[in-house]
């Protein structure tokens, strides 16, 4: 795993780059841990983006034939967080209606209950899936 890296411009950030295979599920959620904990929004914030970038991440390694993905953990506002998540494919996400017995197909609706807001960035190389995490007003200051 490369190591997160401050990012230089544009709002306060943390990057890496990850092989996009199942293992590096664990090194994602552990990053924005760390990152939301650094930033002092730990607690329920940090428990939510870890499932957020689980799902995110989850979703590119089984819908995508991308090599390397890039996780991305931006401080929008003092309370605002958005976790991003880029693929080397352009078909955009959407929510699907999983059956109770059904193994998978619930991700995003997962991603949507637990943020205030998701949505994917389309680009000539890919997509940029991203979910954004408001802290409860007085935290992450």
Do not use: F
Request: glycine residues 8%; charged residues 25%.
């Amino acid at each position: 795993m490369t190591a997160a890296q401050p990012n230089a411009t544009g709002a306060p950030g943390y990057t890496a780059e990850l092989p996009c295979v199942p293992e590096s599920v664990r090194l994602a959620r552990a990053l924005v841990s760390s990152v939301l904990a650094a930033w002092g929004m730990e607690g329920d914030l940090a428990d939510c983006g870890e499932v957020i970038v689980s799902e995110l991440l989850t979703n590119a390694v089984d819908h995508t034939e991308t090599r390397l993905t890039k996780v991305v953990i931006e401080r929008r506002t003092d309370s605002s967080v958005r976790i991003g998540v880029s693929d080397r494919s352009r078909i955009v996400p959407r929510v699907k209606d999983a059956t109770d017995d059904a193994e998978c197909g619930r991700g995003l609706r997962l991603v949507d209950a637990l943020s205030c807001r998701w949505g994917c960035d389309t680009h000539r190389w890919g997509k940029v899936t991203w979910a954004e995490l408001k802290a409860p007003t007085g935290r992450g200051q």
